[in-house]
């Protein structure tokens, strides 16, 4: 089993809908990170949270909200999904406590369409 | 400018050729550098960290920064058709978060 952990994988819904993104992971990590991948502008974050009670902006965080309902689960919103948050996003963890950087691990991806 | 910046490639060689990638970077404050390696539709997996400047070897993959120059390159020797990927470098400033290049795109031909 991945220890970072993406539902669902694929998604496709219409403009204005509400849609979330789940992420769970068995890794133990503390911190926990929500990015989008899209062509030619290579992972940018959209939140992370470096503890439970711990929420924070990434660089577009905009149209976007998050939950870290605990330790292992941090879940990203679109409120109202437009046609420009069509995106591959990933879910990532790191350990505050390592000492090679914030090595980051990455799940498979959530593959988002919204027409 | 962006803060990373990495060419996208593609870049296409030989099998059993070695593929030179690299980025350069403008905040003199990273200090961890690092390379992920990204098949096509899934995750990116880490593949090399190395802290400040120097060289480190692991296998068939050799890192190098340069921190006077604000460089940092990864070569794959003896590369195989399993290496096409995409390749993205990643830096860190200490207790920050990361920031990543765009990701080069690599095609090792049988």
């Known amino acids: 089993d991945a220890d970072v952990t993406q539902t669902p994988r694929n998604r496709i819904t219409k403009t204005g809908k509400r849609i979330m993104l789940e992420c769970s992971q068995t890794?133990?990590?503390?911190?926990m990170y929500w990015y989008r991948q899209d062509p030619g502008l290579g992972l940018r974050l959209i939140y992370y949270?470096?503890?439970?009670?711990?929420?924070n902006k990434g660089e577009i965080s905009d149209g976007y909200s998050v939950s870290r309902q605990a330790q292992a689960k941090f879940s990203l919103s679109l409120e109202s999904a437009i046609p420009n948050q069509t995106a591959l996003y990933f879910c990532a963890t790191s350990d505050s406590g390592q000492s090679s950087g914030n090595t980051i691990y990455f799940g498979e991806g959530s593959w988002l369409t919204v027409v | 400018q962006k803060e990373v910046e990495q060419d996208p490639g593609p870049l296409s060689v030989p099998e059993g050729a070695i593929v030179s990638l690299n980025c350069t970077y403008s905040n003199s404050a990273f200090q961890y550098f690092m390379w992920y390696r990204q098949y096509s539709r899934k995750g990116p997996e880490l593949l090399m960290y190395t802290y400040s400047s120097g060289n480190k070897e692991d296998g068939r993959f050799t890192a190098q920064v340069d921190k006077s120059s604000k460089y940092i390159s990864l070569f794959i020797r003896d590369s195989q058709p399993s290496d096409s990927a995409t390749y993205l470098c990643?830096?860190?400033?200490?207790?920050?978060?990361?920031?990543f290049g765009g990701g080069t795109r690599v095609l090792v031909k049988p």
């Open positions: 890794k133990g990590h503390d911190r």
């Open positions: 990643a830096m860190e400033a200490a207790g920050n978060k990361l920031t």
């Open positions: 949270s470096f503890d439970v009670k711990d929420i």
